[in-house]
């Protein structure tokens, strides 16, 4: 059974920063591309940052790049969001995904909330 557990959101001032993290289980996670969203209230989930399998390949969102980097640990099962100089409009659910890099297959963690607010 897959699993995609997120961890490390929560409530941060302005100009702040968080690390989150997702770990994954019941998979081969070297072959699945990585990718985090985000869904504020009110509005749909958009890609906030995408890495590819291996970890060499690595994608933006615009309204994220150079404030957010995306990383993964292959030994650990486990992808991360380092998000700095988090702005208000950075609120929202911030979910993982899981895809296959040979199949249709994906998956979804449960989302973990950020917040960022004075």
């Known amino acids: 059974q897959v699993q995609l557990v997120e961890s490390g959101g929560g409530l941060v001032q302005p100009g702040g920063s968080l690390r989150l993290s997702c770990a994954a289980s019941g998979l081969t996670f070297s072959t699945y591309a990585m990718t985090w969203y985000r869904q504020a209230p009110g509005k749909e989930r958009e890609l906030v940052a995408t890495?590819?399998?291996?970890?060499?390949?690595?994608n933006y969102a615009d309204s994220v790049k150079g404030r957010f980097t995306i990383s993964r640990d292959n030994a650990k099962n486990t992808v991360y969001l380092q998000m700095n100089s988090l702005k208000p409009e950075d609120t929202a659910v911030y979910y993982c995904?899981?895809?296959?890099?040979?199949?249709?297959?994906?998956?979804w963690g449960q989302g973990t909330q950020v917040t960022v607010s004075s």
């Open positions: 890495i590819s399998s291996t970890g060499r390949l690595t």
């Open positions: 995904n899981a895809k296959s890099r040979s199949t249709d297959y994906n998956a």
